[in-house]
């Protein structure tokens, strides 16, 4: 008895089977809305969210791919595409550069045709600027992707490699602190100023931008006639501070030049600021309304070591008397 019941069990599980295969019964049926009562149940053809297979920041004349300066506009590219059956196609890109434009957390990318360093891309944003600020190396960003069907994806990990923008003069002006307009005297000063905060060490070796002593040479029409200079040197010494050379647009120096020993300079913020002292003989009033012109030396260098741009800066504002 005990050796025939499983025997039994058996014989009816095979029964069953062949029946079940013989009347054509399906175990498991799917279809795409099944209703029962009041319930519906309903597949959507698409449930893929978008996603993007390549995406690259490239400055907005196109080259170097994938490399931008700080300071700098640039665009953000994108090869998005979406599956389904059939797919929804995608309908939004986004792109979180805050880590490079503070504040774009969602830059919107337009559908387009869009190629660059070889490449065909069919998303693009508009024209954004990196901050200045950003010190050389490499960025992250993400890019937020929406179908047609409302699925949503999130990608990380895209990257751009960022240069530290070159620092440059950006202004040169005068200030009258003596008693006579439009004539160099103790108390004007020169106000060179940057792009950034420059190493006071590449300006004058050993200095710590704390007032240190210096003098200032007016150069009798050394930037053509009637068109003196000005340049700046360690104190009783020929041995040039790397400001660089300005060119005043007057006539100063009156037939030779002239020296101010013993002036001062000082390190505020991103300016360096010349204080003249003393008196020079026979140094010219002018009355004539100019525009200075400053070429930076490459010798002075930013915290970080970037030599400066030597392209020449023009006094801002209106035409006016210095010193």
Known sequence: MRRERPRRMTLLLVLGLTLGLAGGTTYAAFSSTTFNGSNTLATAPDWTPPSASASVIAPTAGTPVGQ???????????LAGD??????????????VSSITPGQTAAPLSAGSYTVGATTYNFRSASLTSSSSLSSGTYSYSLSLTDGAGNTATQNGFTVAVTAAPPAGVDIQTTNGGAANG?????????????????????????????TSVDV????????????????????????????????????????????????????????????????????????????????????TDTSGN????????????????F
């Open 183 to 211: 004539k160099p005297e103790a108390g004007d000063t020169i106000i060179y100023t940057y792009s950034k905060a420059m190493s006071p060490n590449s300006i004058k070796a050993g200095w710590n931008g704390t007032s």
């Open 217 to 300: 040479t007016f150069g009798n029409n050394a930037c053509g006639p009637s068109n003196d200079s000005l340049f700046v040197t360690l104190a009783n010494s020929s041995t040039a501070v790397n400001l660089g050379t300005v060119c005043l647009g007057a006539n100063y120096a009156n037939g030779n030049n002239k020296t101010f020993q013993s002036s001062s300079m000082v390190m505020l913020g991103s300016s360096v600021v010349i204080t003249l002292a003393g008196s020079v003989p026979s140094i010219k009033t002018s009355t004539s309304t100019t525009t200075m012109q400053w070429m930076p030396s490459a010798s002075a």
């Open 307 to 322: 030599a400066c741009s030597t392209a020449a800066v023009a006094e801002s504002g209106p035409a006016d008397i210095d």
């Open 68 to 78: 931008i300066q700080a300071g700098q506009t640039y665009y953000v590219y994108a």
């Open 83 to 96: 599956t389904g059956n059939p797919a929804s196609g995608v309908s939004t890109v986004t792109a979180d």
